[in-house]
């Protein structure tokens, strides 16, 4: 059965960082773009970050650039997000999602329509 599962969210101070992870079962995650999503209470889903075949070719929104760093770990088969410097407006729900290589991140990755497999999503709450 092919799922994706988050973890690593939760409450922290604004400046400080979080890690979250996206393990992947019944298929593999190299074989297909990545996206990261989030969606505050009353907002629409926001593509977060974008990254397919390596880590250079990885697109990031502006509101997150400099502060989050995607990156993949193929012997688990999992995908992470650091996020450091958070604040208060990255407050969301974060869900991760898979999509068809060739190419997805290049030009309207951020819409959520182009992923094929989606986590759950795990809370992130930035507060002081």
């Known amino acids: 059965q092919v799922q994706l599962v988050e973890s690593g969210g939760g409450l922290v101070q604004p400046g400080g960082s979080l890690k979250l992870s996206c393990a992947a079962s019944?298929?593999?995650?190299?074989?297909?773009?990545v996206g990261w999503f989030r969606q505050a209470p009353g907002k629409e889903r926001e593509g977060v970050v974008c990254?397919?075949?390596?880590?250079?070719?990885?697109y990031y929104t502006d509101s997150v650039q400099g502060r989050f760093i995607a990156s993949r770990d193929i012997a688990k088969n999992t995908v992470t997000l650091q996020m450091n410097g958070l604040k208060p407006e990255d407050t969301a729900v974060y869900f991760c999602?898979?999509?068809?290589?060739?190419?997805?991140?290049?030009?309207?990755?951020?819409?959520?329509?182009?992923?094929?497999?989606w986590g759950q999503g795990t809370q992130v709450t930035v507060s002081s």
């Open positions: 999602a898979t999509g068809i290589l060739g190419p997805l991140c290049l030009s309207g990755w951020a819409e959520p329509t182009r992923y094929n497999h």
């Open positions: 019944g298929f593999t995650l190299d074989d297909y773009a």
């Open positions: 990254f397919e075949y390596s880590d250079e070719n990885t």
